[in-house]
């Protein structure tokens, strides 16, 4: 079992950031070659997902794509007026799973790990677990 | 690999429920003190999420939200009439992995475990299995 | 650890097609009794979701429900045209994790294992992990 953190600072009140390459960069910093690992989002305006990254429209579109579902302007009853970034997030779900081959995460061609943001800007944290395996 | 399961009894038609220390409490019980938990809800009319457990109305608002954005007078096909239930099951999702740190649940400072119900009140049970390591 | 894949030929636009039997086949070909298993699908215009087998309705009401909510006419950026394909992969997520007594997903009494279609007919393949233990 290997255990870490990650940090990282948004910049946009919503957006979806590419993490994969500093997952990735932290797995090899600890010799991890192959294993399932878990990726874990303590915040509660904020997700995870795992999308297209080819085209930077995409992550845009996603978010763009929450804003018309989510109603932005019902009259929610949480006083810091961020219920739709919750919303969202629970949407989006705070984990996910990947799983880890010569030290490369195993996504598929045009996939790549995202944090959500969507009640920012804010420095934000992930926690991520491994199960390491030969 | 240490295995369990809970039980509990919904009030509302659709409400979330905090089994954070209900989840703790059976962890303790069994001795956990470091590990990857992961519970899974075998029911089709309910998820899982972890949100904001501070202010109780970000879960009515998650409700709210999740009213608003399903169609919930659409003509649909399945008879039972509860199939704005099974899309709201499958937008929270039916189960979550978090970590276990010292017996406690490694959640963020405002995140709690929820139960989401979506067609109560019902008695629902709950799976977890957790994989253990020092 | 034990590791696989599996590939599916999907045959509509939108579509959930039950891949229980196929995961379960699988898993006792590779002589596995116990364990946690993860299943990660490598598209990002598709999804997996757990959600009611019994009345086929339930799977076409879901893909309905999504149609309604996702804005499938919506000015969005990516070329391709398929955003509200994309937006639903995240919605519905990228893996699932369920645990495996006696050979068998242990699922709720109406769950079944979906892979969610949403921009076929593509031919595709899913990964899966498991971790074993008695």
């Known amino acids: 079992m290997i255990a870490g953190n990650l940090t990282l600072t948004t910049k946009g009140s919503m957006e979806l950031i ?25 915040h509660t305006t904020a997700g995870l997902t795992i999308n297209e990254g080819a085209d930077p429209a995409v992550r845009q579109d996603i978010i763009d794509g929450l804003r018309t579902m989510v109603p932005m302007d019902h009259p929610f009853r949480h006083l810091e007026g961020n219920s739709p970034a919750h919303i969202m997030a629970s949407l ?25 943001e969507f009640d920012g800007p804010r420095t934000r944290s992930l926690h991520w677990r491994l199960i390491s395996y030969n």
Chains 1, 2, 3 share one sequence.
């Open 18 to 42: 590419d993490i994969t390459a500093m997952v990735e960069d932290r797995l090899q910093a600890a010799g991890i070659t192959r294993g399932i690992c878990t990726l874990f989002n303590p």
């Open 92 to 116: 989006m779900g705070s984990s996910l799973t990947v799983f880890i081959e010569d030290g490369r995460i195993t996504l598929g061609t045009w996939q790549r790990i995202f944090f959500c």
